[in-house]
């Protein structure tokens, strides 16, 4: 279909289906291939073109004087015919055709409209780029003719595959799909759609792919079945089809044939408006499919011009106008004379030219989803204003060599690529037009669904859209209330290989096994996930610790020995009853100061050991409570110099009675000028400050302080007396321990004294509780964890106190209370104590 002009552009579009080669033998004529098979909606595209040619020639404020004429070719859907149709566009050596009555002959054109299919796109523009000649397709998505260096010169107003992968990895993390099969043709479009989407996935982290097939050309049953059996046996709800609608016809008859129904089919825009595929005897299977439909646009005047088309009667033998004869002749149903041989005996009729189009039924005249057309309307649009913008050029500011400009008598196809690279305008639609440096357009999508209605027929519906901004990167929209959904639920389908884990899990991969399939596992003590699908649980901070559901940190319990819990409160009321008892005995003896057996008993030393056993028993309430600097600090100085100031005046005690009796014997007086009573305070004064200077420096170098201890319970901070110095505690305790044993001994040495002097043998017996108790104190103590190492030691504290107490002071009160006949001195000097 040609039109004569100033400057031609050509065109490229499908008419045909089908073609036959004919016979290429050396001995026969050349002839060239016939198609036929006419397809009506590539005839719209091309008669578009035709439309936005004749519209540009009307407008006066672009390409005014200039009038653009077009020359345009069926492929027929071979690459071989459609690469033959583009070098002929480019040489003018097609078959000479009349233009008008006084020109001969088709000039080469300056740009290309055209191909709609990838794999001829990339042929063709791989033989133009080396030329620079244009070429600005509106069909050809495939992203690997986005690489600038391999095709210079192509350009295209469709998105490239690329966008439109990311487009459908949008809409399966949208609604959750994170589980998909992938079909794709076997060809450029669909193998280079495979590896994008792949890669794109991977980075994407939305999704894996279950299974990725390759659909075969033509017709190949086992092929086809055995795909519908992956697909059949797979997990995966959602299946992504990259694919033209001749290789999807034969999938879908095997996928009828075996009744395979639940999936979710998603489009690309390759077959989304494929009308093929909306009867009844497909829709069972693909109603509900979501896809990516190129952008819709009006194109006001198109109808009326597309009414107007005549056929050309005097030229269908000179390719003049035939495009519109087969058009004629297909939708009529007709012929042209001269009629093919026994057309007319079959009761065929002749075309006449003047048949209404409005009075038949034809795709033509449909304008009402205008997308592969709309299109062809913004490329040839873009050609004219590239055109437009050169021939705006001031000579001298050119952007050429020397500042030079192009001009319309020595034009050059390379000069209007520079031009289309900068070209930016605006459709009467609204839509912006604009090629990146790759010569992609700006890319927005239409999101569609194959709506199925009660009376049967079908509806594809507009949902949404996909689109990049420059502010907001890419966009998607989606209205899910008019969304159909095929199934049960009428709700979108769950595709996932494994259910998101929960918060309180983390992600365990499966062997072998893509990264969307994995197990749910808890995560461990003090770790959380607060969050579904997490990797890796993250630990909860020293305080906390995870909550029975590990979905969140808790403060940690804290254990010490209260004053509010059992244990706590039996210790120190045994403290204060211990502390009671010892008031209670002062009291009694300083009642009963004048009797012989308080008096005998050396009531000084008697009174200060009563004094010293109230303090180790008030000193074990320091160990009850939370731990603070003070108590921690204080609590082993109290203990120690209690507990010395306790032993040290047994120690002289004992020492005193073996001092007396030996003075009791000839020569035996001067012992006693050594155990005065100045000589008694002094040594119990020296005693205990030894055990003060222990404390002091130990608390010095190496104070003992509060501390949080976490390995007897992860989930638990038990706070304790950190002993600062294990020497210094030793060193105390060690003290505490060789003043025992030595009043021990000596008690012992003296065990045998007359009944006069059986003091010793009560000051025995309590040394013998005092160390036995601190003896099992060290190993309970080391192996009793938290505040149970400290309730040993009041433990401790408490069973020797009560011991020495009840050892020594027992039978005293006994007699002083209950045997008083026995308090006399009588008694004391003849029979004992």
């Not at 459908?168 to 994170?178: A, E, P, S, Y």
């Not at 086809?224 to 694919?243: C, E, L």
């Not at 209404?356 to 490329?379: F, G, M, Q, W």
Request: proline share 5%; with cysteine; glycine share 8%.
């Amino acid at each position: 279909m040609h039109k004569a002009g100033d400057v031609v552009l050509g065109g490229l579009f499908e008419i045909h289906f089908f073609s036959v080669f004919p016979d290429l033998s050396f001995t026969s004529e050349p002839q060239p291939p016939t198609c036929h098979g006419f397809d009506t909606p590539g005839f719209r595209r091309a008669q578009t073109m035709a439309f936005a040619i004749e519209e540009i020639n009307r407008n006066s404020n672009l390409l005014s004087n200039v009038t653009l004429g077009y020359s345009l070719y069926d492929n027929c859907v071979k690459l071989a015919i459609g690469f033959r149709a583009a070098l002929s566009l480019v040489s003018g050596q097609e078959e000479q055709f009349v233009l008008e009555e006084t020109c001969v002959g088709a000039p080469p054109v300056l740009g290309i409209v055209g191909d709609s299919s990838s794999t001829h796109s990339i042929a063709i523009s791989t033989v133009l780029g080396l030329y620079r000649v244009p070429m600005v397709s509106y069909f050809a998505t495939c992203s690997c003719l986005s690489d600038r260096p391999k095709f210079p010169s192509f350009f295209r107003t469709i998105p490239s595959d690329a966008f439109q992968v990311r487009a459908m990895i949008q809409i399966l993390n949208h609604f959750g799909w994170t589980w998909a099969g992938l079909l794709v043709s076997d060809d450029d479009y669909g193998l280079h759609a495979a590896r994008s989407f792949q890669s794109d996935l991977a980075q994407s982290g939305g999704g894996c792919l279950a299974y990725l097939e390759v659909l075969p050309w033509g017709s190949d049953p086992s092929e086809h079945q055995r795909i519908v059996d992956v697909m059949k046996k797979s997990t995966a709800r959602v299946v992504i089809v990259f694919a033209h609608e001749s290789h999807m016809i034969n999938l879908m008859k095997e996928v009828v044939r075996q009744n395979v129904t639940g999936l979710q089919w998603i489009a690309s825009e390759a077959w989304i408006a494929a009308t093929v595929f909306q009867t009844p005897h497909f829709m069972t299977y693909l109603g509900g499919t979501l896809g990516i439909a190129i952008r819709r646009g009006e194109i006001p005047g198109l109808r009326e011009f597309l009414l107007q088309i005549r056929p050309d009667q005097h030229h269908n033998s000179s390719n003049g106008n035939s495009m519109v004869n087969q058009f004629w002749e297909h939708t009529f149903q007709c012929r042209f004379a001269p009629p093919p041989a026994g057309w007319m005996e079959a009761g065929g009729t002749l075309c006449t030219g003047q048949e209404d189009l409005e009075e038949v039924e034809t795709e033509l005249l449909d304008i009402s989803d205008l997308r592969p057309e709309y299109n062809v309307y913004k490329a040839v649009y873009a050609l004219a204003y590239a055109l437009d913008d050169m021939l705006q050029c001031e000579p001298g500011r050119g952007p050429f060599s020397k500042h030079s400009c192009g001009n319309l008598k020595r034009l050059e196809p390379w000069q209007l690529v520079y031009y289309l690279e900068k070209v930016n305008f605006t459709t009467p639609f609204g839509d912006q037009v604009a090629f990146d440096e790759n010569g992609d357009a700006l890319p927005i999508y239409d999101v569609m669904n194959w709506l199925w209605l009660p009376d049967g027929r079908t509806e594809v519906q507009n949902v949404g859209e996909v689109k990049r901004s420059a502010f907001k990167g890419e966009e998607l929209t989606i209205e899910e209330k008019k969304i159909f959904w095929n199934h049960e639920s009428k709700k979108p389908p769950r595709s996932v290989c494994s259910e998101s884990c929960p918060p309180g899990t983390r992600i365990a991969r499966k062997k072998g096994e893509p990264e969307c399939c994995f197990d749910c596992i808890p995560c461990s003590e003090g770790k959380i996930s607060n969050k579904t699908d997490f990797t890796e649980c993250t630990s909860c901070p020293e305080d906390f610790w995870s909550s029975p559901q590990r979905d969140h940190c808790v403060l940690k319990k804290t254990e010490f020995l209260s004053y509010h819990e059992p244990l706590g409160i039996c210790l120190t009321a045994a403290s204060l009853l211990g502390t009671c008892i010892c008031a209670v005995v002062v009291g009694i003896f300083i009642y009963h100061r004048r009797t012989p057996i308080v008096r005998a008993n050396n009531s000084e030393l008697s009174f200060q050991l009563l004094l010293s056993l109230k303090l180790c028993f008030l000193c074990s309430l320091l160990f009850i409570g939370r731990p603070v600097l003070w108590t921690c600090q204080l609590r082993h100085a109290a203990f120690g110099i209690s507990f010395v100031l306790c032993v040290s005046c047994i120690l002289v005690k004992t020492m005193v009675v073996l001092a007396v009796f030996k003075a009791s014997k000839p020569g035996g007086g001067a012992s006693l000028k050594w155990f005065g009573v100045l000589q008694q305070r002094g040594t119990v004064i020296v005693l205990t400050s030894i055990q003060a200077a222990i404390c002091i420096v130990w608390i010095v170098s190496a104070s003992p302080a509060p501390h949080k201890n976490t390995q007897y319970q992860d989930d638990k901070i038990v706070y304790e007396c950190a002993v600062g110095s294990t020497v210094g505690f030793a060193v105390l305790l060690g003290y505490i321990g060789s003043l025992a044993v030595l009043s021990c001994l000596i008690a012992f040495m003296a065990r045998n004294l007359p009944d006069s002097f059986n003091e010793a043998k009560l000051i025995t017996f309590s040394m013998l509780i005092f160390c036995a108790v601190w003896v099992a104190f060290v190993p309970a103590y080391i192996s009793s964890p938290g505040k149970y190492s400290d309730a040993v030691e009041v433990f401790a504290i408490l069973a020797s106190s009560f011991g020495l107490l009840l050892a020594l002071f027992g039978p005293k009160c006994y007699k002083i209370l209950l045997r008083p006949e026995r308090n006399t001195k009588k008694a004391i000097m003849g029979r004992g104590i």
